[in-house]
Each structure stands twice: as structure tokens, then as C-alpha cells.
Nanobody, 117 residues
Framework: QVQLVESGGGLVQPGGSLRLSCAAS????????MGWYRQAPGKQRELVAR???????NYADSMRGRSTISRDSAKNMVYLQMDSLKPEDTAVYYC???????????WGQGTQVTVSS
């Protein structure tokens, strides 16, 4: 019954921007920290940004200053605004929900982001 559905990916030129969205259902949204991860071909999945259940955010060094994670508790939505995109940002981006009070964790299906001229 838990669903994390990403959207907003696509093709963007270097230096461009995208906003990714994640719609969460089947969870008590306020009890989960939410994160965005990415996985490029042949590479391990890595953290892009996380936001705690209390709204505190943190970022990977490579994305700090170029991205903003936010959450809308009224809509059970998580967003990742990405600016000044680089070809190395090309990856499948995944939404993640992690239970604040235990070990439960859920993943979305991913959305492709391609940065290319």
C-alpha cells in the first residue's frame, strides 16, 4: 500500500534546471524523513539530499548550493529543485522514505534525468 511516485525528470541542457516531485501515499508522511538518491549507469546509488520529518535538510557536497529539497505536509509531496545542472548529474533519481522511529524504508521507481547539450 506504500507508494512513492516520482515525476519531473527529463532532458535538460547543461546549466538548466529541473524540479523533481515525489508523491507519497500509504505512510504517515510526517513520521518519515524523505530523500532523493541517484544512480548513474555502472555506479552505486548515492544520496543527493535528505529532509527530516522536522524539515531539516542536508545535501551531498556535489549538490550543495545547486539543489533545494522541500516537503509539503498538506500534499504529502517532496520536491527537489535542481539548478546549474551538469552532465555528471545524469542519473535515475529515486525518492526514498525512511521511518524516523524505526528501520522501515521505501523507494520509488525512479525518474530519469539527462543533462546533455
Amino acid at each position: 500500500q506504500v507508494q512513492l511516485v516520482e515525476s519531473g525528470g527529463g532532458l535538460v541542457q547543461p546549466g538548466g534546471s529541473l524540479r523533481l516531485s515525489c508523491a507519497a501515499s500509504g505512510i504517515t508522511f510526517s513520521r518519515y524523513s524523505m530523500g532523493w538518491y541517484r544512480q548513474a549507469p555502472g555506479k552505486q546509488r548515492e544520496l543527493v539530499a535528505r529532509i527530516t520529518s522536522r524539515g531539516i535538510s542536508n545535501y551531498a557536497d556535489s549538490m550543495r548550493g545547486r539543489s533545494t529539497i522541500s516537503r509539503d505536509s498538506a500534499k504529502n509531496m517532496v520536491y527537489l529543485q535542481m539548478d546549474s545542472l551538469k552532465p555528471e548529474d545524469t542519473a535515475v533519481y529515486y525518492c526514498n522514505a525512511q521511518y524516523t522511529y524505526g528501520s522501515l524504508e521505501y523507494w520509488g521507481q525512479g525518474t530519469q534525468v539527462t543533462v546533455s547539450s
